[in-house]
């Protein structure tokens, strides 16, 4: 009797053992499209992660990873371990990565087949014709949503700034006049993979 409870335990933490490690087997298949035109993005680079968010950092490590078909489809598979954060996360030319796009938080299940979309914005760029009509002394124009840094300006311009595709961008500025300052704002409507023009005037 004895013999029969201890083979029964055994078998119960066998089962346990095995049930929880294909509880830790993770697929995500899905689609990587651009953001405001749904067009699905080829060959884009798909990673599942998990990361660790009790290490300053965030430390990230990397379960599997493959490039979309022609449609934009993906899967990708591997184990999961336990109390961590999980990602799937896609990486494509021309677009920002899956971190600029969306405000990333964990966005898959540990142990579980799902399916996923995962849209990324598109570069664009705004060419800012900087005018010197209004009297002011110079302009200061606030770094724009996917640009790199902010541009300044004492007399007529040029600049070229990237920015997020296939949105509305607002356009911060500062007028100075004798140590004054006023604030502005101009719109540009982006279009992915093109540049529009906006005139800005101080």
Excluded at 162 to 191: H, M, W
Aim: aromatic residues 14%.
């Amino acid at each position: 009797m004895k013999l029969n409870l201890f083979a029964l335990f055994a078998l119960s933490v066998l089962f346990y053992s095995c049930e929880k490690e294909e509880s830790s087997y993770t697929e995500v298949s899905g689609v990587v499209y651009t953001e405001g035109t749904s067009d699905p993005i080829a060959n884009a680079l798909v990673s599942l992660e998990w990361w660790d968010p009790a290490v300053f950092g965030e430390t990230r490590y990397y379960v599997d990873s493959t490039r979309t078909n022609s449609d934009g489809e993906f899967k990708v598979s591997g184990n999961l371990p336990q109390y961590q954060e999980y990602y799937v996360i896609a990486h494509a030319e021309k677009h920002f990565e899956t971190e600029t796009s969306q405000r990333l938080k964990p966005n898959i299940s540990r142990g579980k087949k799902q399916n996923i979309s995962l849209p990324l914005i598109p570069y664009s760029w705004i060419k800012m014709n900087i005018s010197k009509t209004l009297g002011n002394d110079y302009i200061r124009i606030n770094t724009i949503l996917g640009g790199n840094y902010g541009y300044f300006s004492s007399s007529n311009n040029v600049y070229y700034s990237p920015a997020l595709g296939n949105r509305k961008i607002e356009i911060s500025c500062f007028r100075i006049k004798d140590g004054i300052q006023s604030t502005v704002q101009y719109y540009a409507n982006t279009i992915g993979q093109d540049t529009v023009e906006v005139t800005i005037e101080f």
